[in-house]
C-alpha cells in the first residue's frame, strides 16, 4: 500500500499540516523536524502523488495582495504599519518562490475575486486588514476559495485569520493609565473595525475596574491629516483628558500635534499609548509608549495559512503575542 502524507505525519509523530510545510520548504518548520520528517519519507519511499503533482503545475504561483484602501480616503494609505506588514509578506512569499499581486482597490466583492482565480491570475488572497469589508470576506468563506486575513480573530467566522491579541493591547493601555494615575481616559479610533474595537472593549473593562472615564473620538478616515483635524475639533468642544489611546502610532502622532498646539503636551499632561510599535514611534518627540504587532512573524504566517488552504488543508486561524513598549508618553 502507497505511503500517504498521513502516514508520514503519524510516524514523525507530527500534524499532516507539519509534514505539507516540510515539503513545501515552509520556514515555520524548525530544522530537527524537517529532517527528521524528510529522513522518513524517504525510508518509507514517500513520493508526492502525480495527480496532485499536475494540479500544481496548473497553478501560477502568484498570491494577490489586498490592502484596506477603503479606510483612508482618496485611496490613500499612508501608515507605515501596513507597509511594514506588506515586507513581511513579501519576504515570506519569496521564500516559497511566490509572486505578489498588489491587487487594485476595486477589487471589493467576492464574485471578483472568485473570478480572479477563475481566471487564474492568482491562487489565492491575502487580505491586509479586514477593514469594513466583513460580509465581504464571510461571503468569499463560503466559496471554499483560499484566502487569509489579518484582523481580529474571531472563532465564529468562517475564513482564516491571523492577528494579535487586540483586546489584551487594549488591557495593556489601560493598566499602564492606571498606574500613570489617570482617571479621565480618550479612544481615538473607528471601532465598527473589528480590530480596534477589540482594542477599546479592552480598555474598558481596566478602566470599569479601575473607575475611570471612558471617552470616544470616532475617526472614519485613519490619515494623519483627519485624525488631527478630528482631535483638535474635539479639544475645541471638550475638557482635556488625562490620558490617550489612539488606534495606531500615525493616530497617536496626530494627537499629539493637535495637543500641543492646544498648550498640552505629553507626558506632563495626559498619558499616550499608541499601537504597531512603527519604527518612528521611538524616535518621535516624544517617544511614543505603544502596543506592538510583531509583522515579521505575521507575514510568514498569513503564507504559511494561505498555503496550507492551496494544498487543500484546513487552515485554523491564529492570534499572535501582544506586548506593551513603555516610552516617554
Same mark, same amino acid.
Not at 513520493?47 to 498570491?63: D, E, G, M
Not at 465581504?136 to 486575513?149: D, H, I, K, Q, T
Not at 480598555?203 to 483627519?226: I, Q, R, T, W, Y
Not at 500635534?257 to 499632561?269: H, I, K
Given at each position: 500500500?502507497?505511503?500517504?502524507?498521513?502516514?508520514?505525519?503519524? %510516524?514523525?509523530?507530527? +500534524?499532516?499540516?507539519?509534514? +505539507?510545510?516540510?515539503?513545501?520548504?515552509?520556514?515555520?518548520? +524548525? #530544522?530537527?523536524?524537517?529532517?527528521?520528517?524528510?529522513?522518513?519519507?524517504?525510508?518509507?519511499?514517500?513520493?508526492?502523488?502525480?495527480?496532485?503533482?499536475?494540479?500544481?503545475?496548473?497553478?501560477?504561483?502568484?498570491?494577490?495582495?489586498?490592502?484596506?484602501?477603503?479606510?483612508?480616503?482618496?485611496?490613500?494609505?499612508? /501608515?507605515?504599519?501596513?507597509?511594514?506588514?506588506? !515586507?513581511?509578506?513579501?519576504?515570506?512569499?519569496?521564500? @516559497? $518562490?511566490?509572486?505578489?499581486?498588489?491587487?487594485?482597490?476595486?477589487?471589493?466583492?467576492?464574485?471578483?475575486?472568485?473570478? %480572479?482565480?477563475?481566471?487564474?491570475?492568482?491562487?489565492?488572497?491575502?487580505?491586509?486588514?479586514?477593514?469594513?469589508?466583513?460580509?465581504?470576506?464571510?461571503?468569499?468563506?463560503?466559496? $471554499?476559495?483560499?484566502? &487569509?486575513?489579518?484582523?481580529? &480573530? /474571531?472563532?465564529?467566522?468562517?475564513?482564516?485569520?491571523?492577528?494579535?491579541?487586540?483586546?489584551?493591547?487594549?488591557?495593556?493601555?489601560?493598566?499602564?493609565?492606571?498606574?500613570?494615575?489617570? #482617571?479621565?481616559?480618550?479612544?481615538?479610533?473607528?471601532?465598527?473595525?473589528? *480590530?480596534?474595537?477589540?482594542?477599546?472593549?479592552?480598555?474598558?473593562?481596566?478602566?470599569?475596574?479601575?473607575?475611570?472615564?471612558?471617552?470616544?473620538?470616532?475617526? +472614519? /478616515?485613519?490619515?494623519?491629516?483627519?485624525?488631527?483635524?478630528?482631535?483638535?475639533?474635539?479639544? @475645541?468642544?471638550?475638557?482635556?483628558?488625562?490620558?490617550?489611546?489612539?488606534?495606531?502610532?500615525?493616530? !497617536?502622532?496626530?494627537?499629539?500635534?493637535?495637543?500641543? !498646539?492646544?498648550?498640552?503636551?505629553?507626558?506632563?499632561?495626559?498619558?499616550?499609548?499608541?499601537? $504597531?510599535?512603527?519604527?518612528? !514611534?521611538?524616535?518621535?518627540?516624544?517617544?511614543?509608549?505603544?502596543?506592538?504587532?510583531?509583522?515579521?512573524?505575521?507575514?510568514?504566517?498569513?503564507?504559511? #495559512?494561505?498555503?496550507?488552504?492551496? *494544498?487543500?488543508?484546513?487552515?485554523?486561524?491564529?492570534?499572535?503575542?501582544?506586548?506593551?513598549?513603555?516610552?516617554?508618553?
Amino acid at each position: 500500500m502507497a505511503v500517504n502524507m498521513g502516514d508520514i505525519a503519524r %510516524l514523525a509523530n507530527v +500534524s499532516k499540516p507539519t509534514v +505539507s510545510r516540510v515539503l513545501n520548504d515552509s520556514p515555520l518548520v +524548525s #530544522k530537527e523536524t524537517r529532517e527528521r520528517v524528510l529522513e522518513i519519507a524517504r525510508a518509507q519511499g514517500y513520493a508526492v502523488n502525480r495527480n496532485a503533482q499536475k494540479l500544481r503545475q496548473l497553478r501560477t504561483s502568484t498570491i494577490a495582495v489586498l490592502l484596506d484602501f477603503g479606510s483612508h480616503r482618496r485611496g490613500r494609505i499612508g /501608515d507605515p504599519f501596513i507597509f511594514e506588514l506588506l !515586507a513581511g509578506v513579501s519576504e515570506a512569499l519569496s521564500i @516559497r $518562490n511566490q509572486d505578489l499581486l498588489l491587487s487594485p482597490p476595486g477589487l471589493t466583492d467576492a464574485k471578483s475575486c472568485v473570478d %480572479l482565480l477563475r481566471a487564474r491570475a492568482a491562487d489565492g488572497f491575502i487580505f491586509l486588514g479586514q477593514g469594513g469589508r466583513e460580509p465581504m470576506l464571510r461571503e468569499l468563506g463560503r466559496s $471554499n476559495a483560499p484566502f &487569509v486575513v489579518w484582523g481580529a &480573530v /474571531d472563532a465564529g467566522d468562517n475564513y482564516c485569520a491571523v492577528g494579535s491579541d487586540n483586546r489584551l493591547g487594549g488591557r495593556l493601555a489601560g493598566e499602564q493609565f492606571s498606574r500613570r494615575g489617570a #482617571k479621565r481616559w480618550l479612544f481615538v479610533g473607528d471601532i465598527s473595525h473589528a *480590530e480596534i474595537h477589540l482594542r477599546y472593549e479592552g480598555m474598558c473593562e481596566v478602566a470599569a475596574a479601575k473607575g475611570a472615564e471612558v471617552l470616544h473620538l470616532p475617526v +472614519s /478616515d485613519m490619515a494623519f491629516n483627519a485624525v488631527h483635524a478630528a482631535v483638535a475639533g474635539w479639544l @475645541r468642544d471638550h475638557q482635556a483628558p488625562d490620558a490617550v489611546f489612539a488606534f495606531s502610532d500615525t493616530a !497617536a502622532m496626530a494627537v499629539i500635534s493637535a495637543f500641543r !498646539a492646544a498648550g498640552l503636551v505629553a507626558p506632563r499632561d495626559y498619558a499616550l499609548v499608541g499601537y $504597531n510599535d512603527i519604527p518612528p !514611534a521611538a524616535h518621535f518627540s516624544p517617544s511614543i509608549t505603544t502596543i506592538e504587532q510583531e509583522t515579521h512573524l505575521a507575514g510568514a504566517i498569513l503564507v504559511e #495559512k494561505l498555503m496550507q488552504q492551496i *494544498e487543500g488543508i484546513r487552515a485554523q486561524s491564529a492570534m499572535l503575542p501582544t506586548r506593551i513598549i513603555v516610552r516617554e508618553t
